[in-house]
Nanobody, 129 residues
């Protein structure tokens, strides 16, 4: 059973930055795509960024140009660098790992929660004005 552990959340002022990390256990990290989702109070969980096995990246419009997703297969880690944060970014952030996939993925695939077989416990990000 793959485990994902997120870290790096916290309280930050608007305009600030945070870097989230997600470390995976198991031996299939490099064979999967990874994604970051978030869930704000009273809202559904939404896709914000994904990275496929080739290193191709995909972003929701709401974070494009501000957030950067990256992966390190040797360390089994996916990271999310978040810059220019605003109060609308306040949410619990979750990383997810897909099932074994082809080398290249699509936005549609990475944005779908049913594509993911494992989730982390979530890390809280709070942005103050």
């Amino acid at each position: 059973q793959v485990q994902l552990v997120e870290s790096g959340g916290g309280l930050v002022q608007a305009g600030g930055s945070l870097r989230l990390s997600c470390v995976a256990s198991g031996r299939t990290f490099s064979e999967a795509a990874m994604g970051w989702f978030r869930q704000a109070p009273g809202k559904e969980r939404e896709f914000i960024a994904g990275i496929d096995r080739s290193g191709g990246t995909f972003y929701a419009d709401s974070v494009k140009g501000r957030f950067t997703i990256s992966r390190d297969n040797g360390k089994k880690t996916v990271s999310l660098q978040m810059n220019d944060l605003n109060i609308d970014d306040t949410a619990v952030y979750y990383c997810g790992k897909t099932r074994r996939v082809a080398f290249y993925a699509t936005y549609r695939y990475l944005a779908a929660q049913e594509s993911y077989e494992s989730w982390g416990q979530g890390t809280q990000v709070t942005v103050s004005s």
